[in-house]
C-alpha cells in the first residue's frame, strides 16, 4: 500500500494538471469575458461537479468547523478574483513565476497556525524548486520586460495579494480536510466563494459567445476537480511537505507542448525543469526513509 506522504502527492499532481488546463482556458477566455465573470464561474465549477455527483450533498450533514468553511470561503475568493485577474491581464509566465512564493507562504504558515513542522531539508528543497522555476521562466521573463500595469496603483498589490490568500487557502483546506469529507469541503465552498464573487461579477458580467460555453464549463469543472484533488492530497499529508509539488506545472506544461505541439523545450528550460523534478522527488524520497 502506499504511504501517505506519496498518495498525497499524487492526489496534489492531479490537482497540478487539473489548474493548468483550467488555467489555459481562463488565459483563452481573458480576452472575452470580465475576470470577475470568470472567478465566478470557476467557483461555481465545485457545485456544479457536486450537482452532477448529487449524492456528496448527502455529506453535508458530516459538516465540521463551521468557522473555517467561512474564512476558507473569503480568503478563497479574494485569491479566487487575484488569481483570475491576474492570468487574464498578465503574462502567463510572470504570474506562474511570482506565485511561486506561495510556496514559501504555505510552508510558513503551516507552521504558524497549525503547528506543523518541517525540516530544514524541506526548506531546501522549495528553494531549489523555486530557483528551477525561475531558471525555466528566465527567457519568457526577460522577453516581457516589466509590464507597465503590474507597477501602476492598486494593480501592484494584486500578485502579492494572490500569493497570500492562495496560502491561506491552503492552509484553511488543511485543516478542513482533517475534519470533514472532501465532497464536503469542496461543496460549502463552492457555494459561499460563488456567493462572494456573484455581487462583484454582476457589475460586469456579459453573455458569454455561445462557442466559447463548453471551454467556460470545461474551466469550471476542472477547477473544481483540482480543489477536490487538493483536499484529498491534504488529507494524507501536510501542505507543508507537499509544498515542493506545487512548483511541478512548469515541467508538466512543457511536457504537454512537446507531445501536443512539438515545442521543443529550451537548454534553460530543460535545467529548470530537472531542478523541479527534483525537488519534487524529495517527497518520495523523504517518505522512503521515514518508512524504514
Request: proline content about 7%.
Amino acid at each position: 500500500m502506499p504511504r501517505p506522504t506519496i498518495t498525497g502527492a499524487l492526489w496534489i499532481i492531479a490537482s497540478a494538471l487539473a489548474f493548468m488546463a483550467a488555467n489555459i482556458a481562463i488565459r483563452h477566455l481573458g480576452a472575452k469575458l470580465p475576470p470577475l465573470e470568470m472567478a465566478m464561474f470557476r467557483s461555481a465549477g465545485g457545485l456544479i461537479m457536486v450537482v452532477v455527483a448529487w449524492r456528496a450533498f448527502l455529506h453535508l450533514r458530516q459538516l465540521r468547523d463551521p468557522h473555517i468553511h467561512l474564512v476558507r470561503a473569503i480568503i478563497g475568493a479574494v485569491s479566487l478574483m487575484a488569481l483570475v485577474h491576474s492570468y487574464a491581464t498578465l503574462p502567463v509566465a510572470l504570474v506562474t513565476a511570482f506565485m511561486y512564493v506561495r510556496a514559501v507562504l504555505v510552508v510558513f504558515m503551516a507552521r504558524l497556525f497549525l503547528g506543523e513542522r518541517v525540516g530544514p531539508d524541506v526548506w531546501a528543497a522549495v528553494g531549489l524548486g523555486i530557483a528551477g522555476g525561475v531558471v525555466a521562466l528566465w527567457p519568457r521573463l526577460t522577453a516581457i520586460g516589466t509590464p507597465a500595469a503590474v507597477w501602476d496603483g492598486w494593480e501592484a498589490l494584486i500578485l502579492p495579494l494572490a500569493a497570500l490568500a492562495g496560502a491561506g487557502s491552503h492552509i484553511c483546506m488543511r485543516r478542513l480536510a482533517l475534519t470533514n469529507p472532501p465532497s464536503v469541503v469542496v461543496a460549502v465552498s463552492a457555494i459561499l466563494v460563488t456567493a462572494v464573487v456573484a455581487v462583484p461579477a454582476s457589475s460586469v458580467a456579459i453573455e458569454p459567445p455561445a462557442a466559447d460555453i463548453p471551454l467556460l464549463v470545461g474551466m469550471a469543472l476542472l477547477s473544481g476537480l483540482a480543489q477536490w484533488f487538493t483536499v484529498r492530497g491534504y488529507r494524507y499529508a501536510s501542505p507543508a511537505r507537499l509544498a515542493p509539488l506545487s512548483l511541478i506545472d512548469v515541467p508538466i506544461a512543457l511536457v504537454a507542448g512537446y507531445a501536443l505541439f512539438g515545442e521543443v523545450p529550451g537548454g534553460m528550460q530543460a535545467v529548470g525543469s530537472m531542478m523541479i523534478i527534483g525537488a519534487a522527488l524529495y517527497v518520495f524520497r523523504a517518505e522512503r526513509s521515514d518508512s524504514r
